[in-house]
């Protein structure tokens, strides 16, 4: 079992910055290195991938409409996932969700865990 908590949400203007986090705690004994991934959903909207990173931070992905402006890291041994959001813009506000998987993967569908979102408003 794994569980998440998202922090960091909040409202900000067009063109400001935002870092949310991505706090994990596995229950059980388990060794499984899981891929932590950020997903986003706007009302009426389908949830969008917005970026993922591996358990070693090697390898890491970014959806389109987020490229260049945001960036994932992870600091393991807090257990913690980050997302630097620069440039922002009021169609980046949405919930913004981690979810985690022991494989990478764009899809939420793939992800089997996740946090209750945090929500994120950009003004204009």
């Known amino acids: 079992q794994v569980q998440l908590v998202e922090s960091g949400g909040g409202l900000v203007q067009a063109g400001g910055s935002l870092r949310l986090s991505c706090a994990c705690a596995?229950?059980?004994?388990?060794?499984?290195?899981?891929?932590i991934g950020w997903f986003r959903q706007a009302p009426g909207k389908e949830r969008e991938f917005v970026s993922f990173?591996?358990?070693?931070?090697?390898?890491?992905g970014y959806g389109d409409s987020v490229k260049g402006r945001f960036t994932i890291s992870r600091d393991n041994p807090k257990n913690t996932v980050y997302l630097q959001m620069n440039s922002l813009k009021p169609e980046d506000t949405a919930i913004y969700y981690c979810?985690?998987?022991?494989?990478?993967?764009?899809?939420?569908?793939?992800?089997?865990?996740w946090g209750q979102g945090t929500q994120v408003t950009v003004s204009s």
């Open positions: 979810a985690a998987d022991p494989r990478d993967s764009t899809s939420p569908a793939e992800y089997q865990y």
């Open positions: 990173i591996t358990w070693s931070g090697r390898s890491v």
């Open positions: 596995t229950s059980g004994r388990t060794s499984t290195r899981y891929v």
